[in-house]
């Protein structure tokens, strides 16, 4: 055997690791969460029921992230025409990690998830999609109620 192929024989397993640690990992399962140490500060986050609802700073959306079961659902809460005709969108949510960042998959869309001590930030930021935990606020819950119930 040449010393091209103990090099090459002992590169692989290297190689093999590097590939590995690259890997990403996504998940919709609630249980799931505790896979890594970034996903698991993002399960922490979460209350005793397994709900996380987050406003954005023009608190004209609020963002209901639950497990159903296991499963974990997105609900959108907002609204439009004068703040009087409400909005809501359901989707399933996904989380992936990759090398130590996040990225979400939900509506469709795939955006990066930066958890901070002070917010949540999804995507490229913007008062829109920076968040805080935070319970419904009033104006949101009245004119949901008001339609949805």
Avoid at 24 to 41: K, P, Q, Y
Avoid at 73 to 102: A, W
């Amino acid at each position: 055997m040449g010393l091209g192929w103990l090099v090459f024989l002992c590169l692989s397993p290297l190689a093999a690791a590097q590939s590995n640690a690259a890997a990403e990992f996504c998940t919709g399962d609630f249980t799931e969460l505790d896979r890594s140490v970034i996903l698991n500060e993002f399960k922490l986050l979460f209350d005793e029921s397994k709900r996380l609802g987050l406003l954005n700073e023009t608190e004209g959306s609020y963002v209901l992230v639950e497990s159903v079961g296991d499963n974990l659902q997105v609900t959108l809460f907002s609204t439009g025409f004068f703040d009087l005709i409400p909005i809501r969108r359901r989707s399933e949510f996904k989380i992936c990690e990759k090398s130590g960042s996040l990225t979400i998959e939900t509506f469709g869309r795939r955006e990066k998830l930066i958890i901070t001590p002070e917010r949540i930030v999804v995507g490229d930021g913007g008062a829109k999609y920076r968040f805080q935990i935070s319970d419904m606020p009033p104006h949101l819950m009245r004119v949901h109620h008001f339609f949805w119930q």
